[in-house]
C-alpha cells in the first residue's frame, strides 16, 4: 500500500520530486515529521521514520509511535497530527548528501512504506 508521503514543520516541501534543504544549523534538536492523517494508517500501527532505501528490515532512523491511544474503556482513538522526529545527529551522518525519508507503519498487515522526500543535508 503507497502512503502519502510526508512533509516537514520547519522546511517547506515545495513541489514533489525536488529536494528539499535541511540545514542542521536551523534545527534545535530534531526535525519533525509530519505524517499525513491518513485512513490508511489503522490506529494500532506503530509509525516511524526511515532515512535511505526504504525497505522491510531497514533500520528505523525515528522512534517508534503508535498510530491511536488506547483508553480505559479498551476503545482506540486516532492520534490527530501524528509527528515522528529524526534526531539532528542521526542527520548528521548524512551531512553534504541527498537522502530519501519515508515513514513506515508496521501492523497486523505487514509494513506499508510512503513515497519518499529527498532531503539534502546541509551544515
Known sequence: ???LAP???DFPSGNAGKEIVVALSKLKDALEVCIPDSDEISPLDDVYAVLGEAEESANRSSAKL???QM???ED????PNLKVYV???T???HLNTTVKLHYQTSGELGVATSAPLLLRIEP
Do not use: I, P, W, Y
Open 87 to 89: 534526531l539532528s545527529t
Open 66 to 68: 503508535q498510530a491511536g
Open 71 to 73: 483508553h480505559a474503556n
Open 91 to 93: 542527520l548528521r551522518d
Open 7 to 9: 512533509s516537514l514543520t
Open 1 to 3: 500500500m503507497a502512503l
Open 76 to 79: 482506540v482513538e486516532k492520534v
